[in-house]
């Protein structure tokens, strides 16, 4: 079994900042590309940034120069730093890893988070 745990959402005024985190937990053997997508009501699921093993990252036009993802592959966990958060960034934001478990090491599955809700406002 492996779990995907978000937390760090929130709501924020415009201009403002919010750090997202999310590990994943256990029979984990092996991680490929993590990510965050988000979901705005009414709206599509969208890729938002993506980050491979070996820390190489990529971004949806809409974020770049604002939103930076990381990781840490000792602790199996993605972060999404925002920064100059707008109200249309305001979405259900979902993380995702592409993860092989000890039973299937040859098998990369993508699990997907719970979702974490991000809300930019006054």
């Known amino acids: 079994q492996v779990q995907l745990v978000e937390s760090g959402g929130g709501l924020v005024q415009p201009g403002g900042s919010l750090r997202l985190s999310c590990a994943a937990s256990?029979?984990?053997?092996?991680?490929?590309?993590m990510g965050w997508s988000r979901q705005a009501s009414g709206k599509q699921r969208e890729l938002v940034a993506a980050?491979?093993?070996?820390?190489?990252?990529n971004y949806a036009e809409a974020v770049k120069g604002r939103f930076t993802i990381s990781r840490d592959n000792a602790k199996n966990t993605v972060y999404l730093q925002m920064n100059s958060l707008k109200p249309e960034d305001t979405a259900v934001y979902y993380c995702?890893?592409?993860?092989?478990?000890?039973?299937?090491?040859?098998?990369?599955?993508?699990?997907w988070g719970q979702g974490t809700q991000v809300t930019v406002s006054t």
């Open positions: 995702y890893a592409q993860i092989a478990t000890m039973a299937s090491r040859s098998i990369f599955q993508t699990y």
């Open positions: 256990g029979s984990i053997f092996s991680i490929r590309a």
């Open positions: 980050i491979t093993s070996g820390g190489n990252p």
